[in-house]
């Protein structure tokens, strides 16, 4: 694949991503501000590609379920998933350490970022990624400073600080705030989801 033919699909994934988003917060204010202000951190064309070395992780062999599960997800998603096949082998695929309390060994999570400071393109303003978790697994409880608002391309289970455990559904979003405790479970099927962070608070 050529240069310009990888940027048109990445156009094309943050072309759907933002007009899904766009469709899914119309009546939640909060949600809306954020997904406003991770587009504005989003560069109109993408050209700054980095030497990212292509990784894979075991757990990216639920790939392929996840895509047929979404075979009718509607045109946004249908699109999202399209243009995240082509531009899914140029990625580093990468696995976080595993906390204590965990029952989740590092071979069934993995996650790549398609735009941030190490991701295939570069912002420093943004990162937005991809996960992929296997069934039956857990991603512990954390938190982070920046605020991140995911979009469910899965079933599967999300929890915010001492709340109970919801499904927000596919094409659910899922909004924490800055240093909420979070986590998230998979069941029966792989757990697969697209997150974005603000890294800047000129958004």
């Not at 310009?4 to 933002?18: Q, R, T, Y």
């Not at 202000?37 to 993408?46: E, K, L, M, N, Y």
């Not at 996840?66 to 140029?90: H, M, Q, W």
């Amino acid at each position: 694949m050529t240069q310009a033919e990888l940027a048109n699909s990445v156009g094309g994934f943050f072309k759907f991503l933002d007009k899904e988003f766009d469709r899914r917060s119309r009546e939640k204010a909060d949600v809306k501000s954020m997904y406003q202000r991770v587009f504005r951190g989003v560069p109109d064309t993408f050209s700054a590609f980095q030497n990212v070395k292509p990784i894979r992780q075991p757990v990216c062999s639920h790939l392929e379920e996840c895509y047929r599960s979404l075979d009718k997800a509607g045109e946004n998603i249908e699109g999202l998933v399209a243009s995240f096949r082509t531009i899914e082998p140029y990625l580093n695929w990468y696995t976080h350490f595993v906390h204590s309390d965990s029952p989740t060994p590092t071979d069934e999570y993995a996650e790549a970022i398609i735009l941030g400071p190490t991701g295939l393109v570069w912002s420093d303003k943004v990162e937005v990624g991809i996960s992929v978790m296997a069934p039956r697994a857990r991603y512990p409880d954390h938190r982070h400073p920046p605020e991140e608002l995911y979009i469910a391309l899965s079933k599967g289970d999300w929890r915010q600080e001492d709340m109970p455990w919801f499904e927000p559904g596919i094409g659910g979003l899922v909004y924490n705030t800055g240093n909420m405790r979070h986590s998230m479970r998979s069941g029966p099927v792989p757990l697969f989801s697209v997150w974005c962070m603000t890294l800047s608070a000129e958004l």
